[in-house]
């Protein structure tokens, strides 16, 4: 660069004084590195990666050292082989949590893709106030899960529950229904409180997904004479499915790690009964310190977790290959 | 259009959308009405004559005078706040150049790379906390909002790179290319045009990630043990719970003021935090 | 104001050998086009001339600095994209300013320039305008007055008019040719259009796969293509090709196949005489065919029958049957010809091209 750029008609304006200022040197030095593909590619990527190794590889492979010692707070680790997850799996408690994050994952991700589907569509329509009543739909996700959660904690709260009342009211029961305070209705209700938060992601996003088919299909599919649910089946479905696929996977990854929900509502309680593996893992690992059952716990998340992100690389892969 | 009947539009589009509508609004309500209730209207039984549980006669501030006197909440919402905010900026500071990276720069391991950030937007935090409080211990983080600062990132990051990453590729790379010819260089197209350029997209992450920093619970449970310096989730169930006594006038009323910053946000950015939601999810 | 040398040129891809062996001089205030089918390396060409793509092999000089390592900002150049890739967010001035700002121009200096490209190019209205306010044509006039504002050595065009409507691409057509006699700036065009090509270069480079076909002026190009390839690229519509045997009757040589037989013209005769007894291709172009004449000797005529009819108004496009091929005749508007008539025509023996069959060359 120290070559002054030849000739053109406005050369004179052109000021090129090259002192011999070391630091510009420098700097021209260091600008001349970055012009290069590969070293820009590569200092740009590389807070992300120190960022990402020191917080997610890093800890993973700590987390897999954990799970195979008898590490605990203030006691050094040594190595046991499997004798923790050995442990675990002989534990009923957290063969409870185990069944209780299938049951909780299964049914929370049916529901939210069945009731954001349904309210995707309704939300596709026109209407007024659509805008108002789409940005307030939104609001069970934005809202902090442990606060609105402690709404519902409230509202299935054993003496003062709203819901009761109301059920009450309307003649509906006449005793109260131990939300939170039986097991299998407790799991239930943090299903439902569940649904209730996650819902609206889906059906925001599946709702973009509606607004990119061509409504002229549809009118094409109902001069054939196909009804609404043939329409739906045959024309919505088919052209929905990739947007699903990807968003029931983060929803199965994020209700399958669940913490917080049920770590306010229940605690794990009542007698352990509504455990998940995230909370089981807190107790043993944080609660109680025993660090390695912990964190051989929470990798037994690690198939599951593997598996659903396999399988929908696969899916991507097959539909930028279709 | 598709013609319909008018009962047909009642059963299939009103009834629903008002249940949907009730049902996902009214624990916000619910939120309120108790946060204004005196305690001698909240503790009543449930089969009390006279009960009104729906509304209340005699509105209180007491349980939000209580709260931010009696208790570090204030403190709270303030962490709370510059720790979402540090923590967007680096994640979108990171996503935007590794985003810029990934989208346009030709290197080798590049498509493996990507695919790592990828998987990393799907470890969820859960499976990382017991090793992770020992690593924040060993970097002598622990009670410090560093120790948030620095680990939100590893879930923003992947997200921020991946939205901008599909926005970039949006840009024709004549633009930049244009540039360079013009006598900017690499860094230079960069930040003057394709930056610039990008800032609906840069907007959309940033109201994105500053929810999930606001909404962040685990992390800031483990990490942070002196009152002061907790975040409004945190504070909330550790300081505003006595032993096993809840007190739900003012739990409600923190839940509120602990929700309205992040909703105020989103309400102004609407739009843009919808594109980042489905963008999240599409790339 | 610079000479650009292309030295053994070659761009290699993990797969794709894009450019090869390029060889080309581009004199000082010289305006050339390179043309091709998409893929034969046009772009990839000037796209190393600009410094976006790394040169695999050889080298390029700029005025007489060898550019290869220089980043595409030190290399003195502007360039016109085939989207225009005018900066969304900035003004139409700051668009035409931004090249000179970077290169850190006086305040008063980048406001004259800008001044006086507008008005080169009638744009002095839209300076405040952004560019998404802009009609296609008014776009195209900017991405131009961006590049001839910093009065670089060289301009590079990458299919800058192929965006346009027909009319108004006919319309910048003859105004960039205006302006390059005016600023006599050398210049490299990229286009996969021949009639740009022919009418814009001072000399055409034909592209194909990679290699260099032919170098030249359009008429050279015309008239004495290389090869089967060039001489099918260049013209329109395009020349008929048709496989003939050379035979020997009566002490002369003939082009031979069903239904057409032609007396080889006496200048070709010398260089067919080792082609005796082969098969090669006849090229002939539908301009060098008429309407038969008793004026014309029987040796260059044959018959034909009408397939297709194109009247254009100036001219009429016949597609005509000449024993199993089908060859396109451009005649006279006057000629009155219908669907399955029969014709006699006739070729200007002097200007029929052959080409060997497997070498592709002119012979």
């Known amino acids: 660069m120290k070559n002054p750029i030849a000739g053109g008609a406005g050369s004179a304006a052109r000021v090129e004084v090259a002192l011999p200022h070391s630091g510009a040197v420098r700097r021209r030095a260091f600008e001349r590195l970055l012009e290069n593909e590969r070293l820009l590619a590569f200092a740009l990527l590389t807070p992300t990666v120190v960022l990402l190794g020191a917080f997610i590889a890093y800890p993973f492979v700590m987390g897999v050292w954990f799970s195979l010692s008898d590490i605990s707070v203030g006691q050094p680790a040594h190595f046991v082989g499997l004798k923790n997850f050995v442990k675990a799996w002989n534990d009923s408690i957290f063969r409870t949590a185990f069944w209780n994050t299938t049951v909780y994952t299964f049914w929370a991700t049916i529901f939210k893709l069945a009731l954001g589907m349904w309210l995707a ?135 399958f790690s669940d913490f917080q929900l049920i770590y306010v509502l229940t605690g794990g309680g009542p007698a352990n009964s509504t455990h998940l593996l995230a909370t089981y893992a807190y107790q043993i690992g944080v609660a109680t310190g025993l660090l390695g059952e912990g964190a051989a716990i929470s990798l037994f998340m690690l198939p599951v977790l593997f598996l659903v992100v396999w399988a929908q690389l696969r899916y991507l892969r097959k539909l930028e290959g279709a | 259009m598709v013609i319909e009947r008018r009962w047909k539009k009642w059963v299939f589009f009103y009834i629903p959308l008002t249940v949907f509508v009730v049902g996902t609004l009214f624990p916000f309500y619910w939120m309120t009405v108790t946060a204004i209730r005196p305690d001698a209207e909240l503790y009543r039984s449930w089969r009390a004559v006279n009960n009104a549980p729906f509304w209340t ?55 493996a790379l990507g695919t790592s950030i990828f998987v990393t937007y799907l470890v969820p935090p859960t499976l990382l906390f017991i090793p992770l409080a020992d690593i924040i211990r060993d970097f002598q983080l622990g009670n410090t909002p560093w120790a948030l600062i620095l680990t939100y990132p590893t879930f923003l990051i992947p997200f921020c790179t991946w939205l901008l990453m599909g926005y970039f590729k949006t840009i024709p790379k004549e633009l930049e290319e244009c540039a360079r010819i013009d006598g900017a260089t690499r860094v230079g197209a960069m930040t003057r045009i394709i930056f610039p350029i990008a800032v609906p997209g840069i907007l959309s992450a940033g109201i994105f990630a500053f929810t999930l920093s606001w909404n962040e619970f ?19 169930v550790s300081e505003l719970i006595r032993g096993d006594i809840y007190f739900w006038g003012q739990l409600m009323a923190g839940a509120l003021l602990g929700s309205i910053p992040v909703a105020l946000v989103y309400s102004f950015f609407v739009e843009y935090y919808v594109t980042g939601l489905t963008g999240s999810v599409k790339g | ?140 006039r900017v991405a131009v007055g961006r590049a001839i504002v910093r009065h670089p050595q060289v301009f590079l065009f990458d299919e800058p008019l192929s965006n346009l409507d027909a009319k108004l691409r006919v319309q910048m057509r003859v105004e960039l040719k205006r302006l390059h006699d005016r600023l006599e700036t050398t210049a490299i065009y990229v286009t996969h259009d021949q009639v740009e090509a022919m009418t814009l270069g001072d000399r055409v480079v034909v592209m194909k796969d990679g290699w260099i076909q032919q170098v030249g002026e359009p008429l050279e190009l015309y008239s004495k293509p290389a090869n089967r390839f060039v001489a099918g690229f260049i013209g329109s519509p395009a ?125």
């Open chain 3, 239 to 363: 020349m008929n090709f048709m496989e003939v045997a050379v035979a020997e009757a009566n002490g002369a040589l003939w082009l031979d196949t069903t239904g057409l037989r032609v007396k080889v013209p006496a200048p070709l005769a010398g260089r067919l005489g080792a082609y005796k007894g082969q098969r090669i291709t006849l090229g002939i172009r539908p301009e060098d065919l008429h309407m038969a004449t008793s004026n014309d000797p029987a040796d260059y005529s044959f018959d034909a029958i009408v397939e297709v009819v194109e009247p254009l108004g100036s001219e009429i496009l016949l597609d005509v049957k000449v024993g199993q091929s089908v060859i396109v005749a451009r005649v006279d508007p006057t000629v009155r010809a219908k669907l399955n008539d029969k014709l006699r025509l006739a070729l200007h023996p002097e200007r029929v091209r052959i080409f060997d069959n497997k070498t592709e060359l002119a012979i």
């Open chain 2, 218 to 236: 685990i992390y800031a449970l483990i990490f942070l043990s002196s009152p002061e310096r907790k975040t409004v989730p945190v504070g909330v």
């Open chain 3, 1 to 140: 104001m610079a000479q650009v040398m292309m030295k053994d040129l070659n761009k290699k891809y993990d797969e794709v050998h894009a450019v090869k062996d390029v060889n080309l001089h581009i004199r000082d205030k010289e305006f050339v086009v390179l043309v091709g089918p998409s893929g034969c390396g046009k772009s990839t060409t000037l796209r190393m001339v600009a410094g976006l793509e790394e040169i695999t092999g050889g080298e390029i000089t700029i005025g007489d600095r060898i550019v290869n390592d220089l980043p595409p900002k030190d290399r003195d150049i502007a360039m016109v994209f085939q989207n225009y890739a005018l900066y969304p967010h900035m003004t139409v001035y700051d668009n035409m300013a931004f090249g000179l700002k970077m290169r850190k121009f006086p305040k008063p200096e980048i406001a004259k320039r800008v001044q006086e490209a507008a008005e080169i190019l009638g744009i002095q209205e839209l300076l405040k305008r952004k560019p998404r306010q802009l009609s296609g044509g008014q776009r195209q």
């Open chain 2, 57 to 111: 006669l005699h509105p209180t501030f007491e349980h939000f005078r209580d709260l931010l006197a009696k208790t570090t909440f204030p403190r709270w919402l303030l962490n709370t706040f510059y720790i979402a905010v540090a923590s967007t900026a680096i994640s979108l500071l990171c996503g935007l150049l590794a985003g810029y990276a990934l989208a346009r720069l030709r290197f080798p391991m590049a498509g």
């Open chain 1, 121 to 255: 569509i309704i939300l596709n329509r026109h209407f007024r106030g659509k805008r108002l009543v789409r940005a307030s739909m939104l609001l069970p996700f934005i809202i902090p899960t442990v606060l609105s959660t402690f709404a519902w904690r409230w509202m299935f709260d054993p003496t003062f529950s709203v819901l009761n009342w109301t059920l009450y009211k309307m003649g509906v029961i006449v005793t109260k229904l131990p939300f939170l305070s039986n097991g299998d209705w407790a799991l239930w209700c943090a299903i439902a409180v569940n649904t209730w938060r996650g819902m609206p992601f889906f059906a925001i996003t599946l709702l973009a997904g509606l607004q990119t088919i061509n409504t002229d299909l549809h009118e094409a599919a109902s001069l054939d004479g196909a009804n609404g649910w043939k329409r739906f089946w045959h024309v919505t479905w088919p052209l929905l499915k990739p947007v699903t696929v990807v968003v029931v996977v983060f929803s199965i990854i994020q209700t």
